[in-house]
């Protein structure tokens, strides 16, 4: 007789039709975040299934409960065996039912997700593998994660891990002909089994005999209340990124007092960081409240929730549960041909449950696999140097397939460096197409970090091996190297630019030197060997800039310095120069000295100055020439201009004087009428010339110059005694001094306001009182080729041929010479003064020696 399905307690749908293969039994378990897996037996008339008819096939069965209606369960055979034949030509056949989900357990890949949430990362798995049956309920927050590997796993592995992770539990809900893989992180995705409400009784006849639960064990245990966690980012290295939380269970005595702590939370910023600390409480809790029983209940399903109707004890009456896992048995019993009667029907399970007010969250079983070692990869990029702002860049390992093909890779990945500190250390990027080693953070291939470079047939080497084995070079992209020679003997170290700058070391033994050239052929050369330093330019000026000092220093016995067309040197605060024996400089055009603040020459013996057509000095207030003996001056024709004082000072005491030569010329005047016109009577010109008392203003000899600059230099000396004595400040002292320097400065000695004053002797006085008689000519010869000529009119002063003469008269003075200098010859000073009019020098005035001059109402031609 065939086989029939009808009225059995099980029943069995396959691809192969019905009453094909009848089921006689079954056994499985299913739980909350695991794979379902039945083993199911089946008779069959046709003893030749063919495998490839079921396996991979999508099969439906069930067992009927108590009001007929069916619970099903769908899945697709991943393995099917053909057994024995009875006696009938019946064969026997097992197959194992699992979930579309387990064939994500075929396949191992690895493969990069970047930027995406574990729900993108789910649908794209699931899109890859084809699969559509499933529903994603996910309430509470998941952060997007910006690196995401699966390496050297499963597709499910993969996922696994990650809805471990992040708290995701997955059950299915089954139905004629599919199953519907549920993917959720709340209580609230929680639903009903068929059978809504559920006895235990205390006796199993009557209602006992309806689908109920035959044994309830409520465990209790105790977890810790604590956990916390940590992590780091180098974006925000200082930031405090631990994150904690506390059970919510309180009837555990002592619980608040352990705490779980671990490192890493794999997250980098803390509000991602404390939902998962949450989640990991939660974790925890899960195991604290757990029922076991076994029952009759046919409807029992991970993720159904059911409510106790009647129980034996009262404290559970009407609480409400959801099924965490079921283990289940079946067996038909009835006559393969007709059939037979429901007591020899049968059907148990042992299941967990949890109260449905927890939220359930997976335990973290599934492991996260580890790098083992260094792994190489390729710097990728759209730049020669693709890098941020934190000197990351971009790889693609060599096992990326899908990067290789689209051209992408990894995240940005640091890069570890020689030296790394607070802006100042080491810095070396890769450059694409490099092949740089990477290591992982513990391990964990979503924390990749380089840690070096390696050459590889395409990216070789930079100097041929091994011929140049001895060497060591760094050199860049654009070409800039430093090289090391280590060879015994052969020792150097060379620096390169592309440019052509270089600076070579030389250690070669007989050839000790260092070089500095740069690309136009400047350079500076020190040759260890030869004691000697070279400093050359084939085609520049050279300029040496120093802060402060310059010091030069020859220890044999000349020294050379050689220059084409400039020579400039830039003073700083100090310039010192040394000379032996003798310094000399010779400049064939232009010499320029410009001082900021003060010269000073300090010569032992002699010093000598040649010039070949005109010496200029120009000065902003006063000009002093301090000489011990006399000033000598032998040129031509001397001039001095000055807008104010011109004074010639010379000698000390009683034996002042000015010397005039016979051919000597002197301009003087005091202007006394409104037009300027000159006015002077003999007394006046006797006083001009000899520095006697008369109108044309005072006169001072050099002992009273002498008595009254030591009287004010007493008064100086006075003051700073007094400073010192009285404990005055300096400043005050210093400003004391200075009132006093003022009555030198402002007395008629220092400043003669255009007077002409000499030093007098026996003979000024004679020539004075005969001035003074009034006569009407006084002829007075002075030299064989010269006279004098005192009238009531005035004075003339001239030689025999009258072709240089002195006359004064009442219209002023005239110094008339054609043929010689005028010299004019003083031991103190030589004063010109008026004190309306103008004094109008022509031609140059020469001055030499210590000389003042003092500008005032003074015009130059």
Request: charged share 25%; net charge negative.
């Amino acid at each position: 007789m065939a086989l029939k399905q009808a009225s059995r307690l099980l029943s069995l749908q396959t691809p192969l039709g019905d009453n094909e293969m009848v089921l006689t039994g079954f056994t499985g378990e299913e739980g909350l975040s695991r794979l379902f897996r039945f083993q199911l037996e089946m008779i069959s008339d046709n003893n030749a299934v063919s495998p490839k008819d079921v396996v991979g096939k999508n099969v439906t069965f069930g067992v009927r409960l108590a009001d007929d209606s069916l619970r099903r369960f769908n899945g697709v055979v991943a393995r099917f065996q053909a057994g024995d034949e009875d006696e009938n030509g019946r064969r026997s056949y097992r197959a194992e039912v699992v979930p579309q989900f387990w064939f994500l357990t075929r396949n191992a890949d690895c493969r990069i997700f970047e930027n995406k949430t574990l729900k993108q990362i789910i649908e794209e798995v699931f899109s890859d593998r084809g699969l559509t049956d499933y529903k994603i309920d996910f309430k509470g927050k998941h952060a997007e994660r910006e690196y995401c590997v699966q390496f050297r796993e499963s597709d499910f592995n993969f996922l696994s891990r990650l809805m471990e992770e992040e708290g995701v539990w997955y059950a299915f809900k089954h139905e004629d002909g599919k199953h519907t893989m549920l993917i959720a992180d709340k209580s609230s995705a929680y639903f009903d089994c068929q059978q809504k409400e559920v006895d235990y009784p205390f006796d199993f006849g009557g209602i006992a005999l309806e689908d109920h639960i035959r044994s309830w064990n409520h465990n209790y245990e105790f977890r810790s209340g604590k956990v916390a966690q940590a992590d780091y980012n180098f974006k925000t290295p200082s930031a405090d990124l631990g994150t904690s939380s506390t059970t919510i269970v309180k009837d555990v005595s002592g619980a608040d007092k352990y705490e779980l702590f671990d490192y890493p939370g794999y997250y980098f910023v803390k509000s991602d960081g404390q939902p998962l600390a949450d989640v990991r409480m939660e974790e925890e809790e899960v195991e604290h409240d757990v029922v076991e029983g076994t029952s009759l209940c046919r409807c029992f399903t991970p993720g159904g929730k059911f409510k106790i109707r009647q129980h034996r004890s009262a404290s559970e009456k009407g609480k409400s549960y959801v099924v965490t896992s079921v283990q289940h048995q079946a067996r038909e019993l009835m006559s393969y041909e007709t059939g037979g009667s429901a007591d020899e029907q049968g059907y148990a399970n042992s299941f967990t449950c949890i109260p449905d007010s927890v939220n359930f969250r997976p335990q973290r079983r599934t492991s996260k696999p580890s790098v083992q070692g260094l792994q190489t990869a390729v710097v990728i990029g759209d730049d020669e140097i693709p890098v941020d702002e934190y000197g990351r860049v971009r790889v693609r390992f060599f096992w990326d397939r899908k990067g290789k093909k689209e051209d992408v890779g990894t995240c940005w990945v640091r890069v570890s460096q020689l030296w790394a500190s607070a802006e100042w250390g080491g810095m070396h990027i890769p450059h694409k197409d490099d092949e740089v080693l990477v290591d992982f953070i513990d391990g964990d291939p979503d924390r990749p970090m380089i840690v070096g470079r390696v050459y590889n047939a395409q990216r070789k080497v930079p100097l041929p091996l091994p011929d140049e084995k001895t060497k060591s070079i760094i050199r860049d992209y654009g070409n800039n190297q430093m090289i090391w020679e280590g060879k015994p003997g052969q020792q150097y170290l060379h620096i390169q630019q592309e440019c052509g700058n270089e600076l070579l070391m030389n250690g070669i033994e007989g050839k000790e030197s260092v070089q500095l050239r740069d690309k136009f052929g400047n350079e500076i050369f020190m040759d260890s060997v030869g004691g000697t330093m070279r400093l050359s330019s084939p085609s520049h000026n050279s300029v040496i800039l120093l802060g402060n000092s310059i010091y030069q220093q020859c220890d044999s016995n000349n020294s050379s310095f050689t220059a084409g067309d400039t020579i400039n040197v830039h003073k700083g605060l100090k310039h010192d120069v040394y000379k032996g024996f003798r310094s000399q400089t010779d400049i064939g055009g232009y010499y320029e000295a410009q001082l900021g603040f003060k010269s000073c020459f300090v010569i032992g013996s002699e010093f000598a100055g040649r010039v070949g057509s005109a010496v200029g000095l120009q000065y902003a207030k006063q000009v002093n020439l301090n000489i011990k003996d006399y000033v000598q001056h032998s040129a031509g024709p001397m001039k001095i201009d000055s807008d104010g004082i011109l004074g010639l000072v010379g000698g000390a005491g009683d034996s002042s004087k000015a010397i005039l030569g016979p051919k000597a010329h002197i301009i003087s005047y005091k202007s006394s009428s409104a037009k300027g016109r000159p006015s002077f009577t003999p007394g006046d010109i006797a006083a001009l010339i000899l520095g006697l008392a008369g109108p044309a203003g005072m006169i001072v000899n050099g002992a009273q110059m002498k008595a009254m600059k030591d009287a004010i230099t007493a008064k100086i000396e006075k003051a700073k005694a007094d400073g010192r004595k009285n404990n005055k400040p300096q400043d005050q002292v210093d400003k004391e001094v200075a009132e006093i320097a003022k009555t030198w400065t402002n007395s008629n000695v220092q400043n003669f306001n255009g007077e002409l004053v000499a030093g007098i002797g026996a003979v000024a006085g004679a020539l004075a009182a005969k001035l003074a008689s009034n006569s009407s000519d006084v002829p007075m010869h002075a030299a064989a080729e010269g006279e004098i000529h005192l009238t009531k009119n005035g004075v003339a002063i001239g030689a025999l041929n009258r072709s240089e003469a002195v006359t004064m008269t009442k219209q002023g003075i005239r110094v008339i010479s054609q043929d010689a200098d005028v010299e004019i010859k003083a031991d103190k000073a030589i004063v010109l003064h008026t004190l309306s009019a103008n004094i109008t020098v022509t031609g140059k005035i020469t001055q030499f020696g210590k000389t003042k001059i003092k500008q005032k109402n003074l015009l130059v031609d």
